[in-house]
């Protein structure tokens, strides 16, 4: 079973072994525009694995579906999201050509007969090629001529537009892409002969990759809308990907330790790896869009448009050496890039250890000392168990000492913090819970036969039985969600945060003649009864979360699998929380109406929805520079409001705040702090307020028992 942080779909862990490098990339031969696209052959090998396939999905997945007309049809509407989205490539006429498949793809897949799947692809393939032609002959012929003073915008939002009845239709929207790009380079300052050179050598890149394709791209096109039918975590692996995702898996990574996605032309960073390079550079965040990759003090290579392990490739590289990156800052308004510099180095997840601190929280006139326990990830050294090392590290063993140490130290309470944990070890889920719990039922599991198995915490005793809250967010996933949940159930702690990733499937690997197969097999339950899988957890109390739920999530995963609830199993609840709960967040409420950082938070999260909303981008040159200062301006206003209620110094302009940043990083890598005021994790300190706030309604509570008993 895999229990490693969420499988996105179309992601590829950046773990960079030193095998491949960008020397290793194929000279990539010259493509003429209109050169005809030589259709791609389905083999006889491909056949044999899709029947192979179809039969471990129909008898071995979780949730049972059977091969038919109904199927078939959701397939092929996947495929058409999977391959044009934007509805940019194909014309409506294709559309109707391929709707001849709508009730035939079943059959198609029960003999293993891939022409179907062939047929859609190099369609697919030849508009794309008529695409990129005619972007090359605008840039030879017309684009050095646009004008960026004229009134007219470009569609962001596809999605749902309808499919083009001619080419003339999708040439007047690309030439608005090109534009779009052109401006977004102009606003970047680059000169426009460096302009047209720099997209012309984007596309003829991007065209001379399409005429490489091999029967494996199609193939794995097309069989992962089949797999996503069933549920998006269940994937078909190519012998090429299924190197990349047994390194992901691996214990031992190099690299930046990011997880990336295609979205789009786009390179796009989902997660980092904690206490990965790029983690600890802090030049990287997710969302960040990667449009150049350099090696060292090389010239950058543009990669807008290349496929994702092409990507890969050229960021891997030997350990200690630098990789230049090219990003898209997320929180840019899309035309203003960076380059920023990360050394590959080697990353061990074991090694991702849990960590602890003291934090001093004000209690009227008293100071409270609240322990807080970092666990970016459950890890286990399972070699280390095998070979019965005494000194194995796991995130229980580690975590039972860091109590230990908290405990002498004298702390009045403890935080777990599970934010951005991805989850990892079932087992150490499991092992954790019984440090805070009675023994009992930590988690239940239930297969694809309706079976249902209870996971229990065996050790009658408390390691931390004193008041604690568990701190969670958005990309809590899986074990972080199944320790969560059961402190939660158990009444034994507070959670609070931003509703977890909701990840509560099981995945197992199966071998395929050609590739392999990753299969959703169970679903975890709470103890309580209710799925993990799709809402996740909910905490007690709810933080802003800058999170868009829409996109990042289980339920932002088209085809997840629904949440439902099974019988409880039996437990005994404590129910330390609950009779607290309304005074807790009326408290937390107060408090937080008048906190700069969470009216920060507020007025962030409302700017960031403004400019998701935006559905158009206004090609006039002198319209995009208004709308650029003024989301500047406003950006500026929320930073410099927060710094003047905490008496910081204010900002004159967004650079200030970029080069003050940089001055910080240089100063903590010299070990000469120039901050004298380090700023606090707000969220954190709320957490230990929320904390305080609970200890002392209980102190009240008691002391009222004892004199009621008295």
């Known amino acids: 079973m895999l229990f490693r942080s969420p499988q996105i779909l179309r992601l590829i862990l950046v773990s960079l072994f030193t095998l491949a490098s960008a020397s290793s990339l194929a000279t990539v031969e010259e493509i003429k525009p209109g050169t005809p696209f030589t259709p791609l052959q389905p083999t006889r090998e491909l056949s044999m694995t899709t029947q192979q396939i179809m039969n471990n999905l129909l008898r071995g997945h979780y949730e049972k579906q059977r091969l038919n007309d109904q199927l078939s049809s959701r397939i092929l ?397 958005r990309l809590s996933a899986s074990a972080s969600e199944i320790f969560a949940g059961a402190i939660q159930d158990y009444g034994r702690g507070l959670i609070v945060g931003g509703q977890t990733f909701g990840k509560g499937t099981v995945q197992s690997l199966r071998p395929l003649r050609h590739g392999q197969l990753k299969i959703t097999q169970a679903k975890f339950y709470r103890v309580s009864g209710d799925s993990t899988q799709h809402q996740g957890v909910i905490p007690d109390i709810l933080y802003p979360s800058l999170f868009d739920k829409e996109k990042i999530g289980e339920s932002a995963l088209e085809e997840a699998l629904p949440w439902d609830t099974i019988r409880p199993a039996e437990f005994t609840r404590e129910d330390l929380v609950s009779p607290d709960l309304s005074l807790l967040r009326e408290q937390h409420q107060k408090r937080i109406e008048h906190n700069p950082d969470f009216r920060f938070l507020r007025e962030q999260k409302a700017l960031i929805e403004q400019l998701r909303d935006q559905t158009q981008v206004s090609l006039n040159e002198k319209t995009r520079e208004q709308e650029r200062q003024q989301n500047d301006d406003k950006r500026l206003q929320i930073e410099n409001e927060r710094r003047k209620a905490k008496g910081l110094e204010l900002l004159s302009s967004l650079d200030e705040e970029t080069k003050k940043e940089e001055e910080k990083e240089t100063s903590e890598e010299t070990g000469i702090s120039k901050d004298t005021d380090p700023e606090e994790d707000a969220l954190l300190m709320e957490t230990g307020h929320i904390l305080v706030d609970y200890i002392n309604i209980e102190a009240t509570r008691m002391t009222a028992q004892r004199q009621k008993a008295s």
């Open 77 to 473: 509407d996947i495929v058409y999201e999977d391959i044009d989205s934007s509805r940019s490539y194909l014309l409506q006429s294709d559309i109707v050509d391929f709707e001849k498949y709508r009730y035939r793809l079943d059959e198609a897949l029960s003999r293993g007969d891939m022409a179907p799947a062939f047929n859609i692809y190099n369609r697919l393939q030849e508009r794309i090629s008529e695409r990129l032609s005619y972007l090359l002959n605008e840039l030879n012929e017309h684009a050095a001529d646009y004008k960026f003073d004229v009134d007219e915008s470009l569609d962001l939002d596809r999605e749902n537009s309808p499919w083009a009845s001619t080419s003339a239709e999708l040439d007047d929207l690309w030439r608005k892409r090109l534009k779009n790009s052109i401006l977004n380079l102009k606003m970047a300052g680059k000169e426009k002969d460096a302009i047209i050179e720099l997209l012309k050598k984007r596309y003829q890149n991007q065209l001379n990759r399409i005429y490489q394709s091999k029967p494996e791209d199609a193939y794995q096109t097309f069989m992962n809308s089949v797999t996503r039918a069933f549920d998006p975590h269940t994937q078909y692996f190519s012998p090429r990907n299924t190197e990349n995702f047994n390194i992901n898996m691996s214990l031992s990574l190099q690299g930046i330790g990011a997880v990336l996605q295609t979205e789009d032309e786009h390179t796009k960073v989902v997660s980092l790896v904690p206490g990965g390079p790029a983690s600890e550079a802090g030049n990287l965040q997710p969302a960040d869009k990667i449009v150049a990759v350099g090696q060292g003090d090389d010239e950058l290579v543009d990669v807008i448009g290349w496929r994702l392990d092409e990507v890969v490739d050229l960021i891997r590289g030997p350990k200690g050496s630098t990789v230049r990156l090219e990003i898209l800052p997320a929180n840019s308004t899309g035309s203003e890039s960076k380059t920023i510099a990360i050394v590959r180095d080697e990353v061990k997840l074991e090694e991702q250890s849990a960590q602890k601190e003291v934090i001093e929280v004000k209690d009227g006139d008293t100071t409270r000392k609240i322990g807080v326990i970092d666990i970016p990830t459950f890890y286990i050294d399972f070699q280390g168990r095998m070979e019965n090392k005494p000194d194995y590290r796991s995130t229980t063993r580690d975590v039972s000492r860091l109590i230990r140490e908290l405990k002498e130290e004298g702390i009045d309470g403890l935080i777990i913090d599970l934010r951005n944990n991805g989850g990892g070890s079932l087992e150490e889920a499991v092992n954790l819970t019984g440090l805070f719990i009675p023994q009992g039922p930590v988690v239940q599991v239930r297969n694809i036969t309706g079976r249902v198995e209870t996971l229990d915490d065996l050790d009658p005793n408390m390691l931390y039985g004193g008041p604690m809250t568990v701190l969670v967010n």
